[in-house]
């Protein structure tokens, strides 16, 4: 749509109020309402026209998006009037979550308001709610429809089945050790798909329930349970960290790869001595964060826990160091291990999108600006859309453009900020941001200007008074 002066917008204001004055009058549907809107005023857009027809502004159609956020228990997005305008404007598009809970608040299918979802979402999240112009109504109890089943629900169900089991076989047994395997594989699989906060207590209340049992169990029931346990313990230290809790990352993190050199689990003591350098990596330790990753190498399995320990943990503290030689010489060499490795999914697991996030974040590191713009592109490219990993990836690309296209970074910043609920935005992407923020001159970039207030409205990962975001 071309540009459109303040006057005509004025005008288009009017004609709206008037047109969905007179629908009103004459009992047509919404839909209806905004047929007659859009073929008198052909520059509106469907997603602008329903908003018209509702009679909203669009302060109050981002009031009324948060509130059908804060009905499924969920924080809503920093959405700014600015951002709503390119959306309705074809300018920006909305991520498949934003897409249905405006969908919903406006009473409307996605397509309808010509928010196309490239995802599978249930009928029931998008059914459109009914409406008598602007109001919604309460939806209607049916006893006969269940809601579908979720990961979020499917999450507290594990822990209940290891309380079931361990209530089974207080002093353990071969079974308990298997599901407590899968359920730490269930909790690395699923890692991104909760937010810290709710993944952290699962996961701790699961732990919690194998460690009763170890004391009383034989001695190859406990040394697998321990290594469960173990397991666990790397999961609650990564969780603490993307939760800005480093020093309690530092914890868990230690205590899972004591757990893994006393129980022979290598490949938990090198992933415990990665996640310990990229903690140390974050405060700035590099004696630390060096000799965590160096002590990794020591244990991990050849192949791609190898790459991971290089790109993970050694690369950036070299990286931080200038030692660009030596940096180049990793990345060749995982490199070649990625070329050949076979990925694994999950938190424990590695694959060519996490690696090129690191090896980009490196010339990022040594001011290589060009070629880590290059590197994040092809991250992003092979990571899921709005998983942390894209995200990351985004704003590692947003922060190699600042200096030559400071609009376009930001632009991908704010994009992020409308995408990702700040409940799911990890401590890592925080960071990115504020850097991001520091780099753009809010006074001669209006996107920047723009990204800093939302960056100052943004609520911490942990209040104050010690509760999550």
């Known amino acids: ?56 502004s669009r302060a109050q159609a981002i009031r ?31 991520g498949d979550e934003y897409r249905i809970m405006i969908s919903r608040a406006y009473g409307a299918r996605p397509d309808q308001l010509g928010l196309e979802t490239h995802h599978l979402w249930c009928s029931t999240c998008t059914a459109p709610l009914p409406l008598h112009y602007g109001q919604r ?19 507290p169900a594990i822990r209940e089945s290891v309380q079931w089991a361990v209530l089974d076989a207080p002093e353990g047994s071969a079974s308990l050790v298997a599901l407590a395997e899968a359920a730490v594989e269930h909790y690395a699989l699923n890692y991104s798909k909760h937010p ?57 993190l230690t205590l899972a790869g004591a757990i893994g050199e ?24 590099w004696d630390h964060a060096r000799g965590h990753a160096e ?17 993970w943990a050694l690369l950036p503290t070299l990286a931080a160091l200038g030692h660009a030689s030596r940096a180049d010489d990793v990345v060749s060499e995982s490199d070649e291990i990625m070329q050949s490795a076979t990925e694994l999914p999950g938190r424990f697991g590695y694959d060519r999108a996490e690696h090129r ?43 190699a453009e600042a200096h030559d296209a400071p609009e376009d970074a930001a632009g991908r ?10 409940a799911r935005l990890r401590a890592t992407a925080r960071t990115r941001l504020a850097r991001l923020s520091r780099v753009l001159d809010p006074a001669t970039t209006g996107a920047g200007a723009e990204l800093a207030e939302r960056l100052r409205a943004l609520p911490a990962p942990i209040r104050t008074d010690g509760t999550a975001a």
């Open 137 to 155: 109504q309460r939806e209607e109890q049916s006893t006969d429809r269940k809601a579908p089943m979720t990961t979020a629900s499917g999450l």
């Open 357 to 399: 996030l690191h090896v980009a974040e490196a010339h990022l590191t040594l001011e290589r600006h060009d070629r880590a713009a290059e590197v994040a592109r092809t991250s992003i490219a092979a990571a899921p859309e709005h998983t942390p990993g894209w995200v990351a990836a985004t704003l590692v690309l947003a922060l």
């Open 64 to 94: 009324e998006v948060a509130e059908v956020y804060l009905a499924d228990g969920l924080l809503p997005p920093n959405l700014s009037q600015a951002l709503l305008c390119r959306y309705e404007h074809g300018q920006a598009q909305p």
């Open 262 to 285: 006393s129980t022979g689990e290598a490949a938990l003591t090198a992933w415990s001595s990665g996640a310990l350098a990229m903690v140390a990596t974050a405060r700035q330790d």
């Open 196 to 252: 810290p906060a709710t993944l952290h207590d699962e996961v701790r209340a699961t732990r919690n329930l194998l460690s009763t049992v170890v004391a009383a169990a034989d001695r190859e029931t406990a040394r697998g349970l321990r290594r469960q346990v173990g397991w666990l313990s790397a999961l609650l230290g990564n969780l603490a960290y993307h939760l800005d809790d480093r020093a309690g990352a530092r914890a868990h």
């Open 413 to 422: 910043a704010l994009g992020i900020l409308a995408l990702i609920p700040p």
């Open 295 to 311: 002590h990794g190498l020591q244990h991990a399995p050849a192949g791609l826990r190898r790459a991971q320990l290089l790109g």
């Open 1 to 56: 749509m071309g540009q459109v002066t303040r006057a005509r917008r004025a005008e288009i204001q009017r004609v709206a109020i008037r047109l969905r004055a007179q629908c009103q009058r004459d009992g047509r549907t919404q839909e209806r309402t905004v047929t007659v809107l859009r073929e008198a005023l052909p520059e509106l857009t469907a997603l602008e026209a329903w908003r018209l027809a509702l009679g909203w």
